[in-house]
């Protein structure tokens, strides 16, 4: 996948900490819905200009897949800094 694959990309704070939520194209979804399939419960590496900046564990809190319907949550101690350079990181693929 890549920063296309995104069609927008925001920085939050909630429940006391800095996450990015993603909005995925539909092209994005599908792709993004087999990779963590396939990697249930396993580390991701989310990789930025060459440097990995989130190594997120997918969904894991369920016990089971579901789809994440083209909205995705990246969270793992970010600071506001780091979560907004991140979002717009990954909203420039996006075209608009």
Known sequence: M?????????????????IVDLTLTA???KQWDHLSEAQFHA??????????VSIPIIQPTQSTF???????????????H?????AVSLSRGTSG
């Open 2 to 18: 890549t920063a296309s694959s995104v069609e927008s990309a925001q920085s939050a704070f909630i429940d006391g900490q800095w």
């Open 66 to 80: 579901t789809s994440f319907n083209g909205s995705v949550q990246l969270a793992g101690g970010f600071t506001e």
């Open 82 to 86: 780091e979560a907004k350079v991140l």
């Open 43 to 52: 580390l991701v590496a989310v990789v930025v200009d060459g440097t990995v």
């Open 27 to 29: 092209t994005g979804s």
